[in-house]
T-cell receptor, first 111, second 116 residues
Framework: SQQGEEDPQALSIQEGENATMNCSYK?????LQWYRQNSGRGLVHLILIRSNEREKHSGRLRVTLDTSKKSSSLLITASRAADTASYFCASYTSGTYKYIFGTGTRLKVLA | GAVVSQHPSWVICKSGTSVKIECRSL??????MFWYRQFPKQSLMLMAT?????????EQGVEKDKFLINHASLTLSTLTVTSAHPEDSSFYICSARWQGANNEQFFGPGTRLTVL
């Protein structure tokens, strides 16, 4: 399969809690992006992390990258009901010129 | 900047007809465009990559005669689903990038296709 793996597949938390999603990919990468998708809608770009970076922050989002384990994680702190969505990672490898998406995590934040 | 649009946003058609979906880069010239397909509650699967002025490169298992892709200009790519059947019903998303864009892709809002 061309896809990367994400876990958990689904996550349900209370508002105010933190949510952590993990992504694993298969080949060496140049960068990895995280996206959010609300039900039936397009993708919203959240954050891009390059292979020479280990951690990146954007507001309530924190992304880490471990190239030795071929994995990345997305942490959403102080979650809100509006964060309810599916989250996807997409890894990019130079030479292929394309992104390979992970299987996604469906996050539900309960008010 | 880096806005990608798709048209139509949704379409319903009868089995056997063909449907064309447009993907436009509104404020940049897209040297490469990508077409993805997404089934409900599943991830995006890359269907094909198209470079302006050349034939699209299809992923394994994607029928090129079924899904015709044209990238005739630097701002427009089209995906035509020929002789559509109910199993072609899906969410189709395009993305675009320009040369030197730090390998970033910019996604369109998607097109929901329903074949009756």
């Amino acid at each position: 399969s061309q896809q990367g793996e994400e876990d958990p597949q689904a996550l349900s938390i209370q508002e105010g809690e933190n949510a952590t999603m993990n992504c694993s990919y298969k080949t060496s990468i140049n960068n990895l992006q995280w996206y959010r998708q609300n039900s039936g809608r397009g993708l919203v770009h959240l954050i891009l992390i390059r292979s020479n970076e280990r951690e990146k922050h954007s507001g309530r989002l924190r992304v880490t990258l471990d190239t030795s384990k071929k994995s990345s994680s997305l942490l959403i702190t102080a979650s809100r009901a509006a964060d309810t969505a599916s989250y996807f990672c997409a890894s990019y490898t130079s030479g292929t010129y394309k992104y390979i998406f992970g299987t996604g995590t469906r996050l539900k934040v309960l008010a | 900047g880096a806005v990608v649009s798709q048209h139509p946003s949704w379409v319903i058609c009868k089995s056997g007809t063909s449907v064309k979906i447009e993907c436009r880069s509104l404020d940049f010239q897209a040297t490469t465009m990508f077409w993805y397909r997404q089934f409900p509650k599943q991830s995006l699967m890359l269907m094909a990559t198209s470079n302006e002025g050349s034939k699209a490169t299809y992923e394994q298992g994607v029928e090129k005669d079924k899904f015709l892709i044209n990238h005739a200009s630097l701002t427009l790519s089209t995906l035509t689903v020929t002789s559509a059947h109910p199993e072609d019903s899906s969410f189709y998303i395009c993305s675009a990038r320009w040369q030197g864009a730090n390998n970033e892709q910019f996604f369109g809002p998607g097109t929901r296709l329903t074949v009756l």
